[in-house]
């Protein structure tokens, strides 16, 4: 898993959706203008019908459902910054700040927590479902997302994320449902995100780094050891790993013994 090229799917423990609950849903007749989402638009909240909420004016939204800390409370909220954005992003459990983390890693232009709330129909009725996050990528994708641990997954969750998914594909959205990650992907961003922020580069390491990584892949510790000062450019060789300008293998555990290579795909794809 090639940390200079792969997308975020490589990232995910892939979850399947569940075809009974899809079949639960009501998608006859006019389904799209009796589906609704609420938005939080400037002062007040604002309802379109599910055909007509790809022109939402997304940018200019707030989350519909605040959150707050407490003491005893089950799940840990708090504040993620992001690089790709500059500013701290809310997140509600530490599976939703390891998303954004990772979001953070394959780059996106926004990302707006709790976006707005779905009230669609189904067999027995009607219900109601906020989506955790929806991100914006470069080049004009927007990306929907619900984040739960898998052993937490009910089945009412699941006729809400068919709900979700059927609203993405109308708006032409992606959809995931994140209930975990490939092996040791979160400890290796982890590790990547420590150097994230920019570095100043008076020495001039990285231009050391990335010429001897074009000559060929090499290991980590192998790799900054050929520079003039090793122990600094330990931190400029993550720096360049986080911002997929170096590559290696996120699919195993980081480490000097790591093969670095230069980016064959320079900022990778979402």
Same mark, same amino acid.
């Given at each position: 898993m090639g940390s200079d090229s792969c997308g975020l799917n490589d990232l995910l423990d892939p979850f399947e959706e569940d075809t009974a609950a899809q079949g639960r849903l009501a998608l006859s007749g006019d389904w799209l203008r009796r589906w609704v989402g609420s938005w939080l638009i400037g002062d007040g909240r604002v309802s379109w019908p599910l055909r007509d909420m790809a022109s939402v004016p997304l940018?200019? !939204?707030?989350? @519909?459902? &605040?959150?707050?800390w407490r003491a005893r409370q089950k799940h840990r909220?708090? *504040? &993620?910054?992001? @690089?790709?954005?500059?500013? &701290?992003?809310?997140? /509600?459990?530490? =599976? =939703?700040?390891r998303l954004l983390l990772?979001?953070?890693? @394959?780059?996106?232009?926004e990302v707006l927590p709790q976006p707005f709330e779905l009230d669609f129909e189904h067999a027995s009725g009607r219900g109601r479902h906020v989506p955790d996050f $929806?991100?914006?990528?470069?080049?004009? /994708?927007?990306?929907l997302f619900d984040v739960r641990p898998r052993s937490l997954v009910k089945e009412d969750d699941l006729l809400k994320? %068919?709900? %979700?998914r059927e609203a993405a594909a109308a708006c032409g959205w992606n959809y995931s449902v994140v209930t975990g990650w490939r092996p040791h992907v979160q400890?290796? $961003?982890?590790?990547? !995100?420590?150097?994230?922020?920019?570095l100043d580069d008076r020495l001039g390491l990285e231009a050391e780094l990335l010429d001897t990584a074009r000559r060929g892949s090499v290991?980590?510790?192998? $790799?900054?050891?050929?520079? !003039?000062?090793? @122990?600094? %450019?330990?931190?400029h060789a993550t720096h360049l790993l986080w911002h997929r300008? *170096?590559?290696?293998? *996120?699919?195993?555990?980081?480490?000097?013994?790591?093969?670095?290579?230069? %980016?064959?795909?320079?900022?990778?794809?979402?």
């Open positions: 940018f200019a !939204s707030r989350p @519909v459902r &605040q959150f707050t909220p708090g *504040l &993620q910054f992001m @690089v790709s954005t500059g500013r &701290q992003h809310g997140f /509600e459990s530490l =599976e =939703e700040q990772a979001l953070d890693f @394959v780059g996106v232009v $929806l991100a914006a990528l470069a080049g004009g /994708e927007f990306w994320f %068919a709900a %979700a400890t290796a $961003l982890d590790h990547l !995100s420590s150097q994230r922020r920019p290991r980590f510790g192998d $790799l900054v050891a050929t520079t !003039s000062l090793p @122990v600094i %450019a330990r931190a300008r *170096l590559g290696t293998d *996120l699919g195993r555990p980081l480490g000097d013994g790591s093969l670095v290579w230069p %980016a064959t795909d320079p900022g990778g794809a979402p």
